[in-house]
């Protein structure tokens, strides 16, 4: 019994395995692609294209450093916390997330 459970895990682990095969050979997209411009002449295109505004100059990361603005004062927020904290005191349990 144990030896054909051992070839029926070797016979789908054989099956899973090549599965995942992959080609082995790699070959480039723009692999027969020939010029016609020269290096020289496409920077030229580039920085006439990036001096009329026709090409973006930086992508979109997500990063903006653009914060919201706060109508209230560090203190008045600091007071709000405590109340918060004073209206929420529970003993071992938090009532804030379990409940009174």
Request: charged share 20%.
């Given at each position: 019994?144990?030896?054909?459970n051992?070839?029926?895990a ?33 920077r030229?295109d580039?920085a ?19 914060y ?9 927020v ?6 918060s904290?004073?209206?929420?005191r529970?003993?071992d349990?938090?009532?804030?997330y379990?409940?009174?």
């Amino acid at each position: 019994m144990n030896a054909k459970n051992l070839i029926a895990a070797v016979a789908v682990f054989a099956a899973a395995g090549s599965a995942f095969a992959q080609q082995t050979e790699f070959v480039a997209p723009d692999a027969g692609f020939q010029s016609s411009l020269t290096r020289a002449e496409v920077r030229q295109d580039l920085a006439q294209a990036a001096g009329q505004g026709a090409i973006v100059q930086r992508q979109h990361d997500g990063q903006d450093t653009v914060y919201a603005a706060g109508g209230r004062n560090r203190q008045d927020v600091r007071a709000e916390a405590i109340r918060s904290a004073r209206l929420h005191r529970a003993g071992d349990v938090n009532d804030l997330y379990f409940g009174a």
